[in-house]
């Protein structure tokens, strides 16, 4: 009896060409669709963690009757003042390291507390992950920005900070933001080691407002520094943990030098015992999600802000108690 022997026939050269270009195709059409889903993945996160950043600014207000200070000074001194991020801690269930910190001692002193990492104060969408060295200490950053107002950071005659939620030595309760809750910023997003001009050209008076431009900002000049902003979330100064609303989110303040053009924040003088009465400050709220920033209002509540919110809605989003009337956003 003969048997019957079965021919299998195999894929030819072309026809298996033509199933991995269907694969690659079905791959490529997939690929953007997973990678948005874990960009919005990402940015429910960090709005998670500024909700959660919050609850603990109501908290501490409930516990010690009044708002924590954007960092604390004293005339004269060399500035060691701690952020708010620092001062919330308790409330993030971070008891244990807020315990460590001594806040008679400047930050400098307690090395260990400057360089631990903090991943609710981080966006997971921002892809450095490195500490930085400054001073010979080695500092964690920070994707949040406390909102410290339009422009003026501190008035040394005073001592105290400008229009904004938080300043230098304010400790102002609920009562005096009469703006309303809503309609004032606690936090916006900022980028971890976001370049820098420092101590640069002063206004021409007191008071001056803000200016209306980035190429104005510019103009002030400065020390160059590629990589010092929001690289600090321990330390209270304005480019390491606060906002300012001068311009809105996402607007690029260009300094070009050996021809590469660098995304910059300014300040006229950063606050030591030989700063100016007055120092300035432009902190632009940045992020790495498309076409805007999460940002959380006093009322607790957080926002995906778009990049195109008019400027004016902006500064007034950023003020306390100058009554504007906000448009829609």
Same mark, same amino acid.
């Given at each position: ?25 079905? @791959? ?67 008891? $244990?390291?807020?315990?460590? #910190? ?9 090395? +260990? ?45 005073? @001592? ?16 005096? #933001? ?29 008071? $001056? ?31 390491? $943990?606060? #906002? ?42 940045? +992020?790495?999600? $498309?076409?805007? @920033? ?6 607790? +509540? ?5 990049? +195109? ?15 504007? @009337?906000?448009?829609?956003?």
């Amino acid at each position: 009896m003969e048997s019957k022997t079965t021919m299998h026939r195999a894929f030819t050269l072309v026809e298996l060409l033509v199933v991995i270009a269907i694969i690659g195709v079905l @791959v490529g059409l997939l690929l953007p669709a997973v990678q948005a889903a874990r960009e919005a993945a990402r940015r429910m996160q960090c709005s998670n963690n500024l909700k959660q950043i919050g609850l603990a600014v109501h908290s501490f207000h409930d516990a010690n009757k009044g708002m924590p200070p954007q960092a604390t000074y004293i005339v004269g001194s060399t500035f060691s003042g701690y952020s708010v991020h620092a001062r919330i801690l308790p409330y993030m269930e971070q008891g $244990s390291l807020h315990s460590q #910190i001594d806040f008679d001692l400047g930050y400098a002193a307690q090395p +260990s507390i400057c360089k631990t990492k903090m991943t609710v104060y981080r966006c997971p969408s921002d892809p450095k992950d490195a500490n930085r060295i400054d001073g010979g200490v080695e500092f964690a950053p920070t994707n949040y920005g406390f909102n410290i107002g339009t422009w003026l950071g501190l008035d040394l005659l005073t @001592v105290k900070g400008g229009d904004g939620a938080f300043g230098y030595n304010m400790r102002h309760n609920f009562s005096a #933001i009469t703006d309303g809750l809503s309609n004032t910023l606690c936090a916006a997003e900022v980028k971890s080691f976001t370049p820098a001009l420092l101590d640069g050209g002063q206004p021409a008076a007191p008071f $001056s407002p803000p200016p209306d431009t980035p190429a104005q900002v510019i103009a002030y000049g400065g020390t160059f520094d590629k990589d010092y902003c929001h690289t600090q979330w321990v330390t209270g100064r304005t480019l390491q $943990s606060g #906002i300012t609303t001068t311009f809105p989110p996402n607007t690029k303040v260009l300094y070009t030098t050996a021809g590469i053009a660098y995304d910059v924040d300014f300040t006229s003088a950063r606050v030591s015992p030989t700063a100016p009465r007055h120092g300035y400050r432009v902190v632009t709220a940045r +992020s790495f999600h $498309s076409n805007g @920033v999460n940002a959380l209002l006093l009322d607790g +509540s957080v926002r995906f802000v778009s990049s +195109s919110i008019s400027q004016a809605t902006w500064r007034a989003l950023g003020t306390r108690n100058r009554d504007e @009337v906000i448009e829609d956003y």
